[in-house]
């Protein structure tokens, strides 16, 4: 029989799921379709109502057992975050790019199932609801400047070039052409203008109406980067600390990444051996770009299963989709359904007249972004059993999963699985833009100085992120952009992994230890902020 919290648990769900069906159908929630969230102040004080609400009652509930005070745990963590969020009014000044409501409702467009035509009369009604949402989002943002919650001007400007990119008729262009004709073509069609001139509109209010009223300072201050913190972390740090310690964590990595550029050509530096193998590791065209990617996933896949993890048959396939004129900057990874019926998908951005692929820098993502990272730890949720609430099974936390997700980088490094040429190089470069990530973005939240001195601004994070976190140049602005305006998420990946790595070790020390036991243990766990990890795994052994 299902525990009261658990019960709790599961309906918190669904009724979240029903005043926000975008982030649902995003999330892959088995939910009832609804076309539109409510992104107005009205909208937004719903689900900050039901937030108060679940808390008040679970606070009434006694855990029965262990899998109930892991759910009650989790549940606490995850909605007093959020609802911190909240109460700071964050939904009023919520204009951030790459990533961000745009964007999101481009994805729930391409993410909802489309076989039958009702499926398709669904996707219409979504294509048909974008211009009322960013209506109730403009609504909102015009609230936010009346109480004085002001985004940054910078944030307005890069959004506004996003929604005309999305304006521009191509966004739904090709999804709607996969229905071909039918009855619902018009349908689609109607929805897919009604869409890019929602965008369009957007563009515009935020050049000419928003912008001229935002702040011209990107940082968001201890206040709020508090907050935010604890959103990505599920833990409350010491930020100087986690400062001080990002530096020399960058150092260490450019030592061991001065040593792999030897191996390219002895005496040559890391550009140097980035630019032989920029002419030499590659693969031309976007149909030899796809074989590749898929080829390692699936290669992944075969050498794990059985051996460090027992991987659940229906994850045992990764759907890998280019992300043609994607913004987003980097390759990133969607969860499959509740039910799998939609399976775990990586998407990779091409940019538009891109024809070559420098591999020998992706191989590390595509262990980040499939397998051993984010699919098999957000799959092992999906296939989890009653030991998982419905809760832990739909919701996230950035420091536990992006943790996982380097940790799963470092794991393929143990294995030996960076052989080919330059491709261990390419592993270390990614790490040392995870460690410029933590002093980008701590150092220009708290407006902390720089080691020479010097003050951060978007140039000199530019330059940073380039020069010591390696960042391929046509990434580093979006790159940048999107620290400036999603503060604390790019702490959590290099800062998850280190808490992922002291439980492993610790673990270690203990008699009859088995790394593939210790896997399967640890995904089954489900997310688990950082405050509580350690403990969490120490209970499994």
Not at 84 to 113: K, M, T, W
Not at 135 to 148: K, N
Not at 275 to 296: F, H, M, P, S
Request: with cysteine.
């Amino acid at each position: 029989m299902t525990s009261p919290i658990f019960t709790l648990c599961d309906e918190y769900v669904s009724r979240w799921a029903a005043l926000d069906p975008v982030a649902a159908g995003n999330d892959g929630i088995d939910a009832e379709f609804a076309a539109a969230t409510d992104y107005s102040p009205d909208g937004d004080a719903a689900r900050a109502a039901l937030i108060v609400e679940t808390l008040g009652g679970l606070a009434s509930l006694r855990p029965q057992d262990e899998a109930d005070v892991r759910a009650a745990a989790h549940l606490r963590e995850r909605l007093e975050a959020e609802l911190a969020s909240y109460e700071i009014g964050e939904p009023l000044r919520a204009v951030a790019a790459p990533f961000g409501l745009i964007a999101d409702l481009r994805d729930s467009v391409d993410l909802l199932p489309h076989g039958t035509d009702d499926e398709w009369r669904d996707a219409a009604a979504r294509l048909a609801a974008v211009p009322e949402m960013l209506d109730g989002w403009r609504a909102s943002l015009e609230t936010g400047l009346a109480q004085g919650l002001r985004a940054a001007r910078r944030q307005a400007m890069e959004l506004a070039a996003q929604a005309e990119l999305f304006a521009s008729g191509s966004t739904h262009r090709d999804f709607v052409a996969g229905y071909g004709d039918g009855p619902v073509r018009g349908e689609l069609d109607a929805g897919a203008a009604s869409a890019h001139a929602a965008y369009a509109e957007a563009a515009r209010y935020l050049r000419e109406d928003y912008a001229p009223r935002a702040t011209e300072t990107d940082a968001v201050g201890a206040e709020r980067y508090a907050v935010a913190a604890r959103i990505s972390l599920g833990a409350d740090i010491d930020l100087l600390d986690a400062y001080e310690w990002g530096w020399a964590e960058l150092g260490r990595i450019e030592a061991e990444l001065a040593a792999e550029a030897e191996l390219v050509r002895p005496g040559a530096s890391v550009e140097e051996a980035t630019a032989i193998l920029n002419e030499t590791q590659y693969v031309e065209g976007r149909d030899a770009y796809l074989g590749w990617l898929k080829e390692r996933h699936d290669q992944a896949i075969d050498q794990l299963h059985g051996v460090h993890f027992d991987i659940a048959e229906p994850l045992r396939t990764v759907d890998v989709t280019l992300a043609l004129g994607s913004s987003s900057g980097a390759a990133y990874y969607s969860s499959p359904s509740e039910d799998l019926s939609r399976p775990g998908r990586t998407w990779w951005p091409v940019d538009e007249g891109r024809d070559r692929f420098e591999v020998w820098s992706e191989l590390t993502v595509v262990f980040h972004e499939g397998v051993p990272g984010h699919h098999l730890q957000l799959g092992a949720t999906r296939v989890a059993g009653d030991g998982l609430s419905r809760f832990g099974k739909n919701s996230w936390v950035s420091g536990h999963g992006e943790g996982w997700a380097l940790y799963a980088e470092r794991l393929a490094d143990e294995l030996g699985w960076f052989s080919e040429p330059g491709t261990r190089l390419g592993m270390l470069a990614a790490s040392a833009l995870r460690a410029a990530r933590v002093v980008i973005d701590i150092g220009v939240h708290l407006d902390l100085p720089l080691p020479d001195g010097s003050k951060w601004t978007f140039e000199k994070a530019c330059e940073v992120l380039r020069d010591r976190g390696r960042c391929e140049p046509h990434r580093v602005h979006a790159e940048v952009v999107r620290y400036f305006g999603w503060p604390a998420q790019a702490i959590s990946y290099k800062l998850g992994e280190r808490a992922w790595l002291a439980a492993r070790d610790e673990a270690a020390r203990r008699p009859g230890f088995d790394i593939k036991r210790w896997h399967t243990a640890a995904l089954e766990l489900g997310p688990v902020g950082l405050a509580g990890m350690a403990e969490a795994l120490r209970r499994i052994g």
